[in-house]
């Protein structure tokens, strides 16, 4: 009997999606579990796979299409015919032989089990994705003996598609637009083409997009400033870092410094470790750290769950697995889900000042910045010292001017005074 492919449930927070790609096309035998079509939400990108074995006789929404949660996506009749069968088997020589630079390739979970079907070294791919990565039809495209290509147009709805059912595939851009000029008419040097490209926003983008206007304009965000002397953090790490390397196989960065900074800070101002629900202050008694992580898609927001847990190691080895799902593209909800303050560090970029703005329904988010030699006083004497701007943004309904700035001032004795870290 047909068995409808719908938008899954991915988590309480998600309610709606994007066709990114289907994989299949109507006629198409598929196997139980194959995966059908690309999804796109404003946190994780996924696929959804076959209910059933038998034929992909319909599908009700193209790709670039906007979808619900629990919508019908296409239907499989089980009737068409009988499932594919499975792939041959690789020898394991041949499965031993696969190149470690395709590991570091960025490519969709479905783009890396097509190479591995098709015997294809990802690294060798180009790919026609995002930043690069490599998709699915890229791989195929390789196998045929082919260079891959370029995105494919949106799709209009097949024949087999109820004309009730189907939507149109949004309207392809228009062509660069080009202007003329008469400068050149005039005797004066005439500019080269001025073009214009129109690219739609991806989900998650666009819902960066509508939630930075909304926090805006629900939130009264402020913020206050100080600078942080990172001279003993930097000699700690100098003195350290080749056994805390051995020992634990990741480098001492500065952002455990912080996470355990900010966790004792929270802790003696509880208030910044909140959210407002409705007239009440839902104060939280434990620390779920978010640590902003800029990726192809926009930026993701993975939390350190039960932080004050963690050990420096801990907290480093946590960082690097996030910010590489981050960069893959395989971080999941649970990754993302929660979070009850933000650490953002613009100076990984260069920034060596700016306001972050809130991510709610957080109520405070802690700006990291470059770490650059300046001279300051020190007990009347001019000096050159490492010195880092940091800044505070919080929530004004919830937090105190005074007590935004002691938050922060706490954070810089905390991390000026590393050993105080482990009384913490």
């Not at 294809?120 to 790919?127: E, T």
């Not at 434990?286 to 420096?312: C, K, Q, T």
């Not at 000042?353 to 020190?378: E, F, M, W």
Request: include cysteine; hydrophobic fraction near 40%; charged fraction near 25%.
């Amino acid at each position: 009997m047909p068995a409808n492919i719908v938008v899954p449930e991915v988590g309480e927070s998600i309610v709606d999606a994007r066709v990114a790609k289907w994989l299949k096309k109507p006629g198409d035998v598929v196997a139980a579990g194959d995966p059908l079509v690309e999804l796109e939400t404003d946190k994780i990108d996924l696929e959804v796979a076959a209910p059933q074995a038998g034929v992909l006789s319909r599908i009700d929404h193209a790709d670039g299409a906007d979808v619900k949660v629990g919508e019908v996506l296409g239907v499989i009749d089980e009737s068409g015919a009988a499932a594919a069968p499975p792939p041959a088997a690789k020898p394991a020589a041949q499965a031993a032989q696969k190149a470690p630079e395709a590991e570091k390739t960025r490519a969709t979970p479905t783009a890396r089990k097509a190479a591995e079907q098709n015997e294809v070294d990802l690294s060798r791919v180009r790919g026609s994705g995002d930043a690069g990565r490599v998709m699915r039809r890229d791989v195929e495209q390789v196998a045929k003996g082919g260079a891959p290509a370029p995105a494919p147009a949106q799709a209009a709805p097949t024949p087999s598609q109820p004309p009730s059912q189907a939507r149109p595939a949004p309207a392809p851009a228009p062509p660069p637009r080009r202007y003329q000029d008469t400068r050149a008419e005039r005797g004066e040097a005439a500019p080269g083409p001025r073009e214009e490209e129109r690219v739609r926003m991806s989900k998650r983008r666009a819902t960066i997009a509508k939630r930075l206007v909304e926090v805006q304009s629900t939130a009264a965000m402020l913020s206050t400033f100080n600078e942080i002397d990172m001279s003993a953090v930097m000699q700690l790490r100098e003195r350290h870092k080749q056994a805390f390397k051995e020992r634990h196989g990741v480098g001492l960065g500065i952002s455990s410094f912080f996470v355990k900074a900010c966790i004792g800070a929270l802790r003696e101002f509880p208030r910044v470790n909140a959210e407002i629900q409705g007239d009440e202050m839902v104060l939280k008694h434990y620390y779920d750290i978010g640590i902003a992580v800029g990726a192809a898609e926009g930026l993701v927001v993975p939390v350190l769950r039960d932080a004050d847990r963690m050990s420096f190691a801990d907290i480093e080895q946590k960082i690097r697995q996030l910010a590489k799902a981050a960069d893959d593209g395989t971080l999941s909800l649970a990754d993302l889900k929660g979070g009850t303050f933000t650490i953002t560090n613009g100076g990984v970029f260069g920034s060596l000042l700016s306001t972050p703005i809130l991510n709610p329904p957080q109520v405070g988010i802690l700006g990291l910045h470059v770490i650059k030699d300046r001279p300051v006083a020190i007990d009347g004497q001019v000096v050159v010292r490492p010195m880092m701007y940091t800044a505070l943004t919080y929530d004004h309904r919830i937090v105190d001017g005074s007590e935004a700035v002691r938050f922060l001032v706490r954070i810089k004795e905390l991390v000026e005074d590393p050993g105080a870290l482990l009384l913490e």
